[in-house]
C-alpha cells in the first residue's frame, strides 16, 4: 500500500513562483495547494487540513509574520517553513522566534525544500 502524500500548503503572492514550485512539488508526488495571499491561506487553513506549510515572508496584504502566529493558533503542530528573500534572515529569525520551524532563502533548490519537507513532517 501506498504511503499518504504530504501534504503542503504553499502561500507566496509572488504567482509566478508560487505556480513554478506547486508543479515541481506536485510531480514528486507531494498533494499541493496554493493561496497567493495571507487572507486566502488562512480560509483555506479552515477547510483543509496540511502536514507542512511555505510561507512567504513579504506579502502585499499580510506580513508572513503575522499569518504564521495566526496559522500557529489554528494548527499549533503544523510545522511552517519560512521563505525568505535574501537579505532578509533577521526576518526569517524573527519567524523563527514565532513558531516556524525553519526557513530556507529564495531562490532556493528543490532538493532543499524537499529535504526541509520531509524533515519537518516527520518531528
Known amino acids: 500500500m501506498k504511503p499518504p502524500s504530504i501534504?503542503?500548503?504553499?502561500?507566496?503572492?509572488?504567482?509566478?513562483?508560487?505556480?513554478?514550485?506547486?508543479?515541481?512539488?506536485?510531480?514528486?508526488?507531494?498533494?499541493?495547494?496554493?493561496?497567493?495571499s495571507g487572507s486566502q491561506a488562512i480560509?483555506?487553513?479552515?477547510?483543509h487540513d496540511f502536514d507542512v506549510a511555505i510561507?512567504?515572508?513579504k506579502m502585499e496584504d499580510m506580513d508572513g509574520i503575522e499569518v504564521l502566529q495566526i496559522f500557529k493558533k489554528m494548527v499549533p503542530e503544523m510545522p511552517v517553513i519560512m521563505l525568505t528573500g535574501h537579505g532578509?534572515?533577521?526576518?526569517?529569525?524573527e519567524g523563527l522566534k514565532a513558531g516556524a520551524y525553519?526557513?530556507?532563502?529564495?531562490?532556493?533548490?528543490?532538493?532543499?525544500?524537499l529535504e526541509i519537507i520531509h524533515q519537518a513532517v516527520k518531528k
Open 7 to 36: 501534504r503542503v500548503l504553499i502561500v507566496d503572492d509572488e504567482i509566478g513562483f508560487t505556480e513554478v514550485l506547486h508543479k515541481r512539488l506536485a510531480k514528486r508526488g507531494l498533494t499541493v495547494t496554493s493561496a497567493t
Open 43 to 47: 480560509r483555506t487553513l479552515r477547510l
Open 55 to 57: 510561507l512567504d515572508l
Open 88 to 93: 532578509s534572515e533577521k526576518a526569517a529569525k
Open 102 to 113: 525553519d526557513y530556507l532563502l529564495k531562490p532556493c533548490a528543490m532538493e532543499a525544500v
